[in-house]
């Protein structure tokens, strides 16, 4: 396939039922939106072959729905409304295009499930597949949720399990046998669900102070959180939600479920910070309470009631 | 340096002034941004190393000036008013961090000098320089200018010198030693300067019908129009504007001007169609009529009154 045939497979692929508010999409110098809210959200983020993926863990519509996810996983850490996707990716002469299409088509499919269209993007050579996705956003009534605003006595609450998308990369790279025995890990790597409804929510309650997702492991991305707010924290590691598929792989593999739910990254569950009265609603939301804010600064974790020492404090990072 | 010193690094390069539109910048999950218009107006494109640009040939603010310039002549060629900009740059171990931040000031100096500040963003490992750049910006009066709309009798105008683009990469790569000789050449190829200016202007004439920016050669950027309109055109060669320089350095290297101008790529001059009226204030504004709209499609070329044929029809192509 040459170049203009496979930017017209790309087309056919990722065109949606219409949305009324791409008022251009692809095909034109640039894309024209329509922007009720006076407020636009916007976040960028690339999957690079050999950094974020590898070709024999993941299939190439996984790949594409995963650079769209962790750009939602951003506008939900907002509070906001997903609008659209633009995608600039790298192809490899080596690369079938059959690939590049299915790549193409689960982000446009990430991006539908979530309410954003892929309106604009770009094709070019290069050494390795990457894909930049540019994720554009609205807020809701006005108000987004930010990093800095946790205050002292408020909770932390997670949106989800925690590690899950850690020991899927090691199922997928170590245990690739093991598949079928644990699905929802290999999933929780492979095609995140990016919290776009419960963020909205979030926003729309008066007492969620911070909000971040778990991109870089627990305890880095609060490390963001506490560093923009001033504060400190103390989180219960007895209450950190470990999926049982987690904790049941760990105990096969050999490896630590706790550590991979703190310090493992790929997660891309919500992470909020809320007002002690507002925590039953959180909770009704799915969310779940695993430590509080402190007027002294720094990260205390405790684990049966001991402090203990966290690995990898930094976080998982790729780079 | 380690990440966190280089994303720092690169924080102060591209930190503006301030612009009272950018509510929330670089920092947080994602950025948020005031839309007056009501509409936004988005493009995404890359610079990868090896397949955009050379780092013999470019110095490492260029490649960010031209990374930004690219993306903000898109926006020139919607008639719109850029914004802001986002770029995700994929750094190889090998390259050292002042380059990196050398790149990333020229980026934020192109988005300042067009009223686009640097609001997001993202560093990750790669095997070669890339930089992605997402323009944002928003329409005057609420028209954008798109690639459909030129009518037979229309007249197409250049916004500037065509082939400097092209001829310059050639100096660069196989005449560097008469860089001084030709400093307007090297700097089309390395620094293009968007006409955003030019483009809002057309966007308030009524009798500008069709727009878009050279990017991939006349010949080829015309042909969109074309196509887009149903339509086809007769360019007259003697009246395509070439600059002294390119002329000069066509002679000396045995280089045909003409072919660069009609077929070579990475000019980023607007190309405007509009109603036969509106000639002369296009004209007034620096742009030079080149051809006709046609109601038979089709693009044909006169030179000294005689058909020719278009060498490389498809333009220049990157990928």
Same mark, same amino acid.
């Given at each position: 396939?040459?170049?203009?045939?496979?930017?017209?497979?790309?087309?056919?692929?990722?065109?949606?039922?219409?949305?009324?508010?791409?008022?251009?999409?692809?095909?034109?110098?640039? !894309?024209? @939106?329509?922007?009720?809210?006076?407020?636009?959200?916007?976040?960028?983020?690339? #999957?690079?072959?050999?950094?974020?993926?590898?070709?024999?863990?993941?299939?190439?519509?996984?790949?594409?729905?995963? *650079?769209?996810?962790?750009?939602?996983?951003?506008?939900?850490?907002?509070? !906001? +409304?997903? #609008?659209?996707?633009?995608?600039?990716?790298?192809?490899?002469?080596?690369?079938?295009?059959?690939?590049?299409?299915?790549?193409?088509?689960? @982000?446009?499919?990430?991006?539908?499930?979530?309410?954003?269209?892929?309106?604009?993007?770009?094709?070019?050579?290069?050494?390795?597949?990457?894909?930049?996705?540019?994720?554009?956003?609205?807020?809701?009534?006005?108000?987004?949720?930010?990093?800095?605003?946790?205050?002292?006595?408020?909770?932390?609450? !997670?949106?989800?399990?925690?590690?899950?998308?850690?020991?899927?990369?090691? =199922?997928?790279?170590?245990?690739?046998?093991?598949?079928?025995?644990?699905?929802? =890990?290999?999933?929780?790597?492979?095609?995140?669900?990016?919290?776009?409804?419960?963020?909205?929510?979030?926003?729309?309650?008066?007492?969620?102070?911070?909000?971040?997702?778990?991109?870089?492991? =627990?305890?880095?991305?609060?490390?963001?959180? @506490?560093?923009?707010? $001033?504060?400190?924290?103390? #989180?219960?590691? *007895?209450?950190?939600?470990?999926?049982?598929?987690?904790?049941?792989?760990? +105990?096969?593999?050999?490896?630590?479920?706790?550590?991979?739910?703190?310090?493992?990254?790929?997660?891309? +569950? =919500?992470?909020?910070?809320?007002?002690?009265?507002?925590?039953?609603?959180?909770?009704?939301?799915?969310?779940?309470?695993?430590?509080?804010?402190?007027?002294?600064? $720094?990260?205390?974790?405790?684990?049966?009631?001991? +402090?203990? !020492?966290?690995?990898?404090?930094?976080?998982?990072?790729?780079?």
């Amino acid at each position: 396939m040459d170049e203009f045939r496979l930017i017209e497979a790309i087309r056919r692929v990722v065109r949606g039922p219409g949305d009324p508010r791409v008022q251009i999409g692809i095909g034109d110098d640039a !894309a024209v @939106l329509a922007v009720r809210s006076g407020q636009i959200v916007a976040t960028t983020d690339a #999957l690079v072959e050999g950094v974020h993926f590898r070709w024999d863990l993941c299939r190439p519509t996984d790949v594409g729905w995963k *650079a769209a996810a962790v750009n939602l996983s951003d506008i939900a850490a907002m509070g !906001a +409304r997903p #609008l659209a996707l633009l995608a600039a990716i790298e192809v490899p002469a080596t690369l079938p295009d059959r690939d590049v299409v299915a790549a193409m088509r689960g @982000l446009a499919r990430a991006g539908a499930a979530h309410g954003a269209s892929v309106v604009g993007g770009n094709v070019s050579a290069g050494p390795v597949f990457a894909m930049t996705v540019t994720a554009l956003g609205e807020p809701v009534d006005g108000r987004v949720l930010r990093r800095a605003g946790a205050r002292p006595g408020d909770v932390v609450l !997670a949106g989800g399990f925690l590690g899950s998308g850690a020991l899927g990369l090691d =199922l997928l790279g170590t245990h690739p046998d093991w598949l079928r025995r644990f699905p929802t =890990l290999a999933r929780s790597y492979r095609r995140p669900a990016p919290q776009v409804d419960l963020g909205l929510r979030l926003a729309t309650l008066g007492e969620v102070h911070a909000l971040i997702d778990v991109s870089d492991g =627990l305890v880095a991305d609060l490390g963001h959180v @506490l560093a923009a707010s $001033g504060v400190g924290a103390l #989180l219960d590691t *007895a209450r950190i939600p470990i999926h049982p598929e987690a904790l049941r792989y760990a +105990r096969m593999s050999g490896q630590d479920a706790l550590a991979a739910a703190l310090s493992g990254g790929d997660d891309y +569950r =919500l992470l909020a910070v809320a007002g002690p009265s507002s925590v039953p609603l959180c909770e009704s939301l799915g969310m779940t309470a695993i430590g509080a804010i402190t007027a002294r600064r $720094g990260l205390a974790v405790l684990s049966g009631g001991k +402090r203990v !020492a966290v690995a990898g404090a930094g976080g998982w990072r790729h780079r």
